[in-house]
């Protein structure tokens, strides 16, 4: 029997941050990844602000890409054409953090994130199995320790097994995600600056993600029900094979065709909106995804998951009581799902505004389904051909796209309860930040005035700071 006091599951972006305050706090710990090799999908690419001061708190340095190329979010019929609109997105991150939000994706995040913890990841290790006897808890027969952490993902093995319900909507859509490359594509987007350039034409809708310029990489996202007619991905699991198909439904996304697609990887996903009823039972915790899945709108998916890492490190460094973590961060990912979830139904909006509405067009496609053929394609075309010729079809206002900062989501927030007492406490403001953030982390006491420009640290009791940046006033 091998004993590993802390045992961490998945090596996700979550479970590898959470090593890297392990580490630096020396509490030893083991990461268990029941896979051969870290993600390859690029999913996540948004890195925001309060994500940047924890990797910069850890001393993680990233090869980001240049966000000036990521600065748009672009709607158009194909790439190529004019857009029907776009929306310049950045905006200046000095008043709210002492780093900028940044852009990586996923899969290159965690092979840098590995490195300085690549001893303490084991793969090719699956946990099966979990017993409590006292207070020590049993793993797959064969290792015990004090403390687990459940860094498994939405679908991860811990949660499921301790059988902690979620609270939400599990399935509010799924998506075909194809990862893949194309340096035409890139060519083809170099106009458009953009991140997203979502796609609404007659043959089809779907969401482009680029993710990183240097080796074309992209992600699509195409709506389920939009592309089959039908959500059951059993019956349409034969698509992932079909490379030919799945680069006849990129090129649909473009004017003009390119001819280097590699297709990476193809996959469903399924978009939920949920978090978890409880966060810990006994000392097995749960951490990122595995307590909680949001659409991708306002990317706060592995962002809330990389800062409730921060959080329960602290936790457990300071040995405070776990109910803490998950007053805390339960209701961070509450206010988050809100958010994306507000951001999500405008979505639904945009593109019911450039005339398709996902329901009137399942409607056209099941009716169309039992035409013959011929008639079919014919249909198709000249319904396609209205839509886009459409002259009704609204401009909608700037202020109603979707955002890419939030800054109150992202450093603005505030805990209601938790340990940082009655009154509850919010992040530090950003003076107090900068002049702490090289200094050991522990409780200070401070002085400073409302603007927070003159600060007074372990001077008058006026305002606590906490480890992890967090204030309350006295
Ligand atoms: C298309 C897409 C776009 C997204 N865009 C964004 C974005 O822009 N910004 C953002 O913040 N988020 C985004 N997200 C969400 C983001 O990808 C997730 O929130 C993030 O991956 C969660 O990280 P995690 O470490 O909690 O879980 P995961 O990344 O799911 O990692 C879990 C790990 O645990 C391993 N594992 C599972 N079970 C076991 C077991 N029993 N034993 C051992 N190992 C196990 C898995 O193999 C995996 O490596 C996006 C997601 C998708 C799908």
Not at 217 to 241: E, M, N, R, S, Y
Not at 262 to 282: C, D, H, L, P, T
Not at 358 to 382: C, E, H, R, W
């Amino acid at each position: 029997m091998v004993h590993i006091p802390h045992l961490i599951v998945g090596a996700g972006p979550v479970g590898l941050i959470l090593g890297h305050y392990f580490k630096r706090f020396n509490i030893p710990f083991q990461i268990f990844e029941k896979q051969s090799f870290l993600s390859a999908h690029p999913s996540a690419h948004y890195l925001n602000m309060r994500t940047m001061e924890i990797l910069d708190e850890l001393n993680i340095q990233l090869p980001l890409e240049n966000i000036q190329h990521f600065s748009n979010y672009v709607y158009l019929r194909r790439i190529g054409e004019q857009p029907l609109n776009s929306t310049r997105q950045l905006i200046d991150y000095k008043q709210y953090s002492y780093t900028s939000y940044a852009h990586l994706p996923q899969s290159l995040f965690v092979q840098h994130v590995q490195q300085g913890i690549r001893d303490k990841i084991q793969l090719n290790t699956e946990i099966k199995k979990i017993e409590f006897k006292d207070k020590i808890i049993k793993v797959n027969d064969n290792i015990t320790c004090d403390y687990l952490y459940g860094c498994d993902g939405l679908n991860g093995f811990v949660r499921d097994y301790l059988k902690i319900k979620l609270i939400g909507n599990r399935d509010l859509q799924r998506f075909l995600n194809i990862h893949f490359t194309s340096k035409q594509l890139v060519n083809r987007l170099e106009q458009y600056n953009s991140m997203l350039s979502f796609i609404y034409n007659s043959d089809i809708t779907a969401v482009i993600i680029k993710h990183r310029i240097e080796d074309g990489t992209f992600a699509i996202q195409i709506p389920l029900d939009l592309l089959t007619g039908q959500t059951d991905i059993q019956q349409v699991q034969h698509i992932k094979q079909d490379h030919v198909l799945i680069k006849n439904l990129i090129n649909k996304t473009l004017l003009n065709q390119v001819n280097d697609i590699e297709i990476k990887s193809v996959g469903f996903w399924r978009m939920g909106a949920v978090y978890a009823e409880q966060y810990y039972m006994n000392n097995c915790v749960l951490v990122g995804d595995a307590c909680h899945g949001m659409p991708p709108a306002g990317g706060f998916g592995m962002n809330t998951g990389i800062q409730d890492a921060q959080n329960l490190a602290y936790k457990i460094k300071e040995q405070k009581d776990l109910l803490y973590y998950q007053q805390e961060r339960q209701q961070i990912a509450q206010d988050n799902i809100e958010t994306a979830l507000k951001y999500y139904k405008k979505s639904l909006d945009i593109a019911k505004s450039f005339t398709f509405d996902i329901n009137k067009l399942k409607i056209y496609q099941s009716f169309m389904k039992n035409t013959p053929d011929f008639l079919y394609q014919a249909g198709v075309k000249l319904g396609g051909s209205l839509i886009e010729l459409d002259p009704i079809y609204k401009r909608i206002q700037v202020n109603d796209y979707i955002p890419l900062v939030f800054p109150k989501e992202e450093i603005g927030f505030k805990y209601n309860s938790g340990d940082i007492g009655e009154n509850g406490g919010q992040l530090a403001p950003l003076a107090v930040r900068e002049v702490l953030k090289n200094r050991e982390r522990k409780w200070y006491s401070i002085n400073c005035d409302s603007d927070h420009q003159r600060i007074d640290i372990e001077n008058v009791n006026k305002m606590i700071v906490r480890s992890d940046m967090h204030i309350y006033q006295q």
